[in-house]
């Protein structure tokens, strides 16, 4: 069974840093951060695969950096401000191809999420 466990959000001001942290029980070809917020949708941040080939949404292009580390999935967010702020999730796709790399119905395992605050 594939466990999936992220750590590192919390509240911060805005302009603030938070590094998230997702321990994964397995490896898969591509593993991304989504983040929802209350009333919307779930969107993609960032993807990477195993190739190291990386996917940001426009929205956190330049102030976020997703990187891995064997079965560590990580997202630096620097620059946060109000409207990141969201439940992040760690999720992993069987995928083999890197199309729409960001988006959800391409990830079949998914963490229990955790809580970014950034306040104003």
């Known amino acids: 069974q594939v466990r999936l466990v992220e750590s590192g959000g919390g509240s911060v001001q805005a302009g603030g840093s938070l590094r998230l942290s997702c321990e994964a029980s397995?490896?898969?070809?591509?593993m991304g951060w989504f983040r929802q917020a209350p009333g919307k949708e779930r969107e993609g941040v960032a993807a990477?695969?195993?190739?190291?080939r990386i996917a940001y949404a426009d929205s956190v292009k330049d102030r976020f950096t997703v990187s891995k580390d064997n079965a560590f999935l990580y997202l630096q967010m620097n620059s946060l401000k109000p409207e990141d702020t969201a439940m992040y999730y760690c999720?992993?796709?069987?995928?083999?191809?890197?199309?729409?790399?960001?988006?959800?119905?391409?990830?079949?395992?998914w963490g229990q999420g955790t809580q970014v605050t950034v306040s104003s």
């Open positions: 999720a992993l796709s069987t995928a083999l191809d890197w199309i729409w790399p960001l988006s959800p119905n391409k990830y079949n395992f």
């Open positions: 990477i695969n195993s190739d190291n």
């Open positions: 397995h490896t898969t070809e591509r």
